[in-house]
């Protein structure tokens, strides 16, 4: 079995996932986690059982509902045919459908909340006996999981950087020791979670400051009629930081760089100075509502949403096909920096900070 990735007929996102068979062997694929070494591993997804698997899905055969598909538990293939999935409808060729299966043992008796606990593969394709024909196709989009008794939920969850604990408050801070330094994280993060539970609406989220001037782009003290501004950025990460993957390590550190334009001009970026990479910008500057006047700046300050496919992982091309910024996921760990060094003695800096779910029909 090959898997390729495909950008005709989009329904959701920027491109989807192609599963092929080109003859009679084992194969399979899917959504699975990976440590620093690039070994699969689990986490913990007891909080979705009872909850919902769901997936977007396009055949080219009805022989497709035979593919056996599930998830991975505990070092357990769950997996069961498509054609047992609730929504599918194998006389559809060449159509999406949404098709779910409910995450508990009566779909499968090994998926279970201990065994949920130890999950490896979030969606697995297997390709055995029962499907021997070559040239199947089964496209695959928009994999979530739901959780029970929710229709959609937006949380956000205010947690400590130093040891990913959950507090009580709608403060963002920075430690004293920060004062006059250079770009540092906030003492706080917040945990998004979107449980959109449809495919078919628009929704996005949006990140910005609602001080009422471009130029109050972070924080800001008045002092004697004059004005004081700290510049703020931010970071979304589809995992606490700091971690290590196979690209290397993730941080919470915060360096500014200089580069040059294809039209010769000069511009600052971002970058993780924990990473190996000086170029990669994946801190974004923050905006003021202000300042979101053309699709290009509403589309910086998008965290995630549903026709990016995905959350803002970098600074990337505005409308490209590719190198975009966005990465899949709709649960990101969302990290606050700001310019310590522009700090004045003897004032209070302050602004609001808003983080906003919009939705459309």
Not at 243 to 272: F, M, P, R
Not at 321 to 328: F, L, P
Request: with cysteine; aromatic share 12%.
């Amino acid at each position: 079995m090959g898997s390729s990735e495909q950008t005709s007929g989009v329904n959701e996102g920027l491109s989807y996932t192609r599963f092929s068979t080109s003859g009679t062997s084992w194969g399979g694929g899917g959504v699975t986690f990976v440590n620093s070494s690039d070994k699969e591993t689990t986490r913990d997804m007891s909080a979705y059982y009872g909850g919902k698997l769901k997936f977007l899905v396009k055949i080219n055969n009805s022989n497709c509902s035979k593919f056996p598909v599930g998830i991975k538990v505990n070092n357990v293939n769950t997996c069961i045919p498509l054609s047992n999935f609730s929504g599918f409808d194998s006389s559809k060729l060449n159509q999406w459908q949404e098709v779910s299966i409910t995450l508990n043992s009566n779909t499968h008796s090994n998926i279970t909340s201990s065994n949920l606990a130890k999950t490896s593969f979030l969606l697995l394709i297997s390709y055995d006996a029962n499907v021997v024909d070559s040239g199947l196709n089964i496209d695959i989009d928009y994999v979530r999981w739901v959780k029970p008794n929710t229709t959609g939920d937006f949380n956000v969850t205010v947690k400590n950087v130093s040891n990913n604990s959950t507090v009580s408050t709608t403060n963002i801070t920075w430690s004293s020791s920060n004062f006059q330094t250079t770009w540092k994280v906030a003492d706080q993060y917040l945990e998004i979670d979107y449980d959109k539970d449809s495919s078919t609406k628009d929704w996005k989220v949006k990140l910005y400051v609602e001080n009422g001037s471009e130029a109050r782009n972070g924080l800001y003290a008045t002092k004697g009629g004059k004005e004081y501004n700290m510049a703020m950025c931010w970071r979304a990460s589809s995992a606490p930081l700091p971690y290590s993957d196979y690209y290397g390590s993730h941080t919470t550190q915060i360096a500014e760089g200089e580069a040059t334009d294809s039209q010769g001009k000069k511009y600052n970026y971002l970058y993780d100075s924990g990473s190996s990479s000086t170029t990669n910008p994946v801190w974004l500057y923050m905006q003021d509502l202000t300042a979101l006047k053309t699709a290009k700046d509403i589309d910086y300050s998008t965290i995630m949403g549903y026709k990016t496919g995905g959350y803002h992982a970098y600074s990337g091309n505005y409308g490209a096909s590719s190198g975009n910024g966005y990465y899949a996921g709709s649960k990101v760990s969302l990290y606050l920096g700001a310019n310590c060094g522009d700090v004045a003695g003897g004032l209070k800096y302050q602004g609001n900070i808003k983080l906003v779910l919009e939705y459309d029909d």
